[in-house]
Every structure is written in C-alpha cells, then in structure tokens.
C-alpha cells in the first residue's frame, strides 16, 4: 500500500471507489427524480391555472381584452344591475366581458325579440328571477305556460355549469323565487281574478270585443249613458242588459237622447257580447275585482312574482295582453310620482305583445302609447315580448330603452324588409355586421344594446345569455294548485270591502253578488272571497233595483234580470 503524496492518507482501493462511484450516482439519480418531478408538478399548476383562466374560474384577476373589453366596458354600472350574458367575438364568448342592465333604467322599458325556439322565454325567466332576487315584484303572462318553473329551483348538470361559468356566472346554484298563480276568470287552475265592465272602459273592452272604430265609439255613448243613469256595469250581462234596453221599443227615447247611436251598431255590438260569452268572457267580468295594488308585494326581500294564466280566455288570447294593460293603466292612476329611483317598484312583462296591437284601434294605440311613456315616473317598468320588433307600433317602440334581440329568421321578402328596419334601429357598431349576425345567432344568443346609467345607449353587443337558476320547465298543474299562494302578513280582507250591485242583480236590501272561487292565504285570494268595495273617489254606482218589478230568469237578457218595458219604467220612476 503506497500513501499519498498530498495528504497521507492511504489510496482508495479500485472496489472502494466503484463503491463511492455508485453512491454519487445514486445520489445524482435522486436529486435528477425530485427536480423531475417538481418540474411536473409545476406544468400541472400551470396548465390548471390556464384552463381556469380560459374557463373564465377567475375572473378577477382576469379583464377583458380588444374588442370584448371595449364592448365591456360600456356595460359597467356602479348600482346594481342585472347580468344578461358575456360578449362574444369571432363565436368565442369572453366570460370576463359581461353585459349587463343597470337596475335603475329598468323603468326605462324594454323589448325582448326573436323568431320561434330562439330563447326568448329562458331571458324573460332570467331576467324575471334577477328582479325578484333584487326585491322586485314582477307581473308576467304565462301565455304558453312554460313559466311556471320559475317556483322550483333548476336541475344542476354539467352543461348548465358549464353554460354559466361561459356567461360569467362561476357561482350558479339552483333557485326557486316567489311565485303567486293567478287566472283570469274562474275556470283556471290558479287563482282566479275578474274585473268590472266599467272599470276595462270602452276602449279596451272593444278591443277585446274586435270592434271598429265607429262601433267602438257607439260603445262609449252607451258606457257614457249608463254613468249618468248611476248604473254600475259590472259583468257582461249588465251591458247586454242595457244594450238590450236601448235597442227595444222601450229604450228608443233613450237611444235618441245619447246621439249618434245606430240600432243596428248596437246590435253588433250585442251580438259580439254575446259571443264573448260563449267564449268564457262572463267568466272574469264581474266582482270581485282585483286590488292591483295586491301585485305590489315583497315577501322575505325578494318581490313576488305573478304568473297570469289564461283559463278559459284562452279562445280569446287578445283578452290576455288587454287584460294586462287594464293593470297597468289602472297602477297608473293609483300610484304616485316617484321620479328616479334606484330599483322599479314593479316591472310588466307583456308577453305575445303582437296581440295586444294587432288591429288596434286608433283610441287604443294612443291610450298604450301615453300609459307606457308616463308610467315610468310612476316606477314602473314594461318589458314587451315578441317575435319581430315590427309587431310594435313605432310610437311605442321609440320609448323602449333596452333591447335583447334573437334570432331572426328572414324566408320571405317581408321577412327581409323586418331584418332591414331591425338593423337600422340598432347603434352603430365596427364590430359586427349586425344584418349577418342577426340570422347566425345561435339559441341562447341576442344581439343586446340598453340604456347606460347616464341614460346614453350602450355598444352594440353579441351576447350569450346566461341560464336561469330555476327551473326550466313546467312543474305541472298539481304543482301550480299547491303552490299557487304566496302566504303574507297582508293576506286578509280590507275592512272597506263591501258588495256593490248593478243593473240586473238587485233584492230588498240592495243586491247579491257572483260568486268566485277563491284560495286563502294571500291578498289577492283573499279578496277573491269577497266582494271589493268602489274606487275611493269614483262615482259609487247601484244595480237597479229591479227586485220589485217582476226580474226572472231571461236567456235573452243573459240571466237575472227584467223584461225591458220594466226596465225602461223603472228608469223613468227613478
């Protein structure tokens, strides 16, 4: 054994340094395996954080870029707001780019549009949710009756997820919101709500009725007529009574005395009352009337919804869209001035608009038009559902600040001519072609512009509307009979609640009343158990007292009431 020169110590021996070899080796091979791994570790935290960026998981600490942001950025609101969607470009939606409706412009109205399975009822079930959750009551028809999930919470799935993280929605939960189940007339599944010949009005019962404009203004002479004879008109057989007695022998002096009244006008006019009995009409005019004030209501912080459904209106779907605007009309006489605020106190949505203006009168068009534009201050707001935005009346259409337009489908040349004027009423935009894009939006998609809240309009933009968290179905009609009353503290009868009486119906003490069905447990129900008392400050009109003059049971005057010789003496003794 030789020592070493350096520092005395002996030479390794050749099996000692393979052996030392061999440990720096597997020492070398650990140290290589960790850093390996680590290295591995690294690309999947990496790759992890990429897909939730892309999948829009982290929106905040993600913005918007190029056009999106652009877009975006005209949405921004400082209160409250509605979220509809996320902006798409070039097909690619930006979850980070999210279209909104400020809350405070909601009563600057609005217009939903599209052609047929485009969506346009899941957006009206969205945005109808959103406002409940705001503390919003909301009033919508249920024309096709596929609103009623709007009661259950939704049914989670991975494509619904994955939907609302893609809209900007990474924290959707399932939820069901308030809702109370009215019907018009008595025969509907929920509960059932009428209201007065007299209070509809002339205008908007021939609507109703399909009358011109000359046998529309007859109608007003003869409401008119029976206001100065103190008459309240109550059902349809009161006004059958009434045109009845006008057109016979006996009425001829009080024909005479309205002016301008045809015997053979009115007998259109009876024959189309008579009709719109047949039709279940005598179902909902009547008392007790509905309290619209009962739709204002707030349960638990989150604003009731009401679903109208048609009953046995659904002959007459006119009736439906009138109905409603007799809602609004009269929440406009009763509310008051609030000016600006920062949430409506109630938000209309006419559902199957096209029908509340198909062949309207001239008196009509006119009475919507000043409704919709003053109501506004009354803090209302009214949303109008249909398919092409040419199925409002341009008068109408100019007031309505939001617009979330679906699909259009142009195959015939009017189609084409609807398309045109579509686009032209749209901003300006670089961004799309919007006659192009409005016939490639998918389902689900809108091309969306709204007011700001500065009150200007916002950029133009493609978006891809978010799913609501209830669900999106019907529940059934055992369901809607369960669920149909939203129990409140104010679910009683109003001590002024009082029956009135009207032309037919009268006995020694005053009168009796129609009976309507009704369910307890919430105001509306509640005063379908009971007669309403008269408009504080209207005129308080009486049935006649016909009890004494000999009334049966007259098919031809529609039920109890008189013959018309007694009808028109009693008139001339009173």
Request: aromatic content about 4%; hydrophobic content about 40%.
């Amino acid at each position: 054994m030789t020592v070493d020169p350096k520092d005395g110590a002996a030479p390794l021996t050749p099996a000692e340094k393979a052996k030392a070899a061999k440990a720096a080796a597997a020492e070398a091979a650990r140290i290589a395996a960790e850093a390996a791994a680590a290295a591995e570790e690294a690309e999947k935290e990496a790759a992890a954080a990429e897909a939730e960026a892309s999948a829009g998981a982290t929106p905040a600490a993600q913005a918007p870029s190029g056009a999106a942001a652009e877009i975006a950025a005209g949405y921004s609101s400082e209160g409250r707001a509605l979220e509809l969607g996320s902006v798409v470009i070039d097909g690619v939606a930006d979850p980070t780019a999210r279209v909104r409706i400020p809350l405070a412009t909601i009563n600057r109205h609005g217009l939903i549009a599209g052609a047929t399975g485009t969506g346009k009822t899941k957006t009206l079930q969205g945005i109808a949710e959103q406002l409940s959750a705001a503390g919003v009551p909301v009033v919508m028809a249920d024309v096709k009756g596929d609103l009623s999930g709007l009661s259950k919470a939704g049914e989670p799935s991975e494509k619904m997820k994955s939907r609302a993280v893609e809209t900007g929605d990474d924290s959707w939960t399932p939820a069901g919101m308030p809702v109370e189940f009215l019907s018009l007339g008595t025969d509907g599944i929920g509960i059932p709500v009428r209201a007065t010949i007299t209070s509809f009005g002339p205008i908007l019962l021939s609507k109703v009725l399909g009358l011109n404009e000359t046998q529309e203004s007859t109608l007003g002479l003869i409401f008119h007529w029976a206001d100065t004879q103190g008459l309240a008109l109550l059902d349809l057989k009161d006004l059958r009574s009434v045109i009845a007695h006008l057109t016979s022998a006996e009425g001829k002096a009080d024909l005479k005395g309205i002016g301008g009244v045809s015997s053979a006008t009115a007998g259109v006019i009876l024959r189309a009352l008579v009709n719109l009995e047949a039709d279940g009409g005598d179902t909902f005019f009547g008392e007790p009337e509905l309290e619209t004030e009962d739709l204002l209501r707030v349960v638990g912080g989150a604003g009731v919804i009401t679903l109208f459904e048609l009953g046995a209106q659904a002959a007459r779907p006119a009736m439906f869209s009138t109905f409603l605007m007799w809602v609004l009309a009269d929440l406009f006489q009763t509310l008051p001035e609030e000016g600006d605020l920062d949430k409506p106190k109630l938000v209309f949505i006419f559902d199957e608009a096209h029908l509340l203006f198909a062949d309207a009168s001239k008196a009509f068009l006119q009475q919507v038009e000043q409704t919709v534009k003053l109501i506004r201050s009354k803090g209302v707001g009214v949303f109008f559902c249909t398919q092409l935005p040419t199925d409002i009346p341009n008068s109408v259409l100019s007031q309505l600040g939001a617009r979330v337009q679906h699909a259009l489908r142009a195959f015939t040349p009017d189609d084409q001519k609807a398309l045109n004027k579509t686009v032209r009423t749209y901003p300006k935009t670089e961004h799309y072609d919007l006659e192009k894009a409005l016939t490639s939006l998918g389902i689900g998609e809108a091309i969306v512009t709204v007011l700001s809240e500065k009150g200007a309009p916002t950029p133009v933009a493609w978006t891809k509307i978010r799913p609501p968290r209830s669900l999106m179905d019907t529940i059934g009609n055992d369901a809607i009979k369960a669920a149909r009353v939203v129990e409140s503290p104010e679910s009683e009868v109003r001590p002024d609640d009082r029956p009135r009486v009207g032309v037919r119906e009268a006995d020694g003490q005053g009168g009796r009343c129609s009976d309507s069905g009704s369910v307890p447990g919430s105001s509306v129900a509640a005063r379908s158990a009971a007669t309403a008392a008269g408009r504080a400050g209207g005129p308080q009109h009486r049935r006649a007292d016909l009890g004494q003059l000999g009334c049966q049971e007259l098919p031809a005057l529609g039920g109890f009431g008189c013959g018309t010789r007694d009808f028109a003496e009693h008139l001339r003794h009173r």
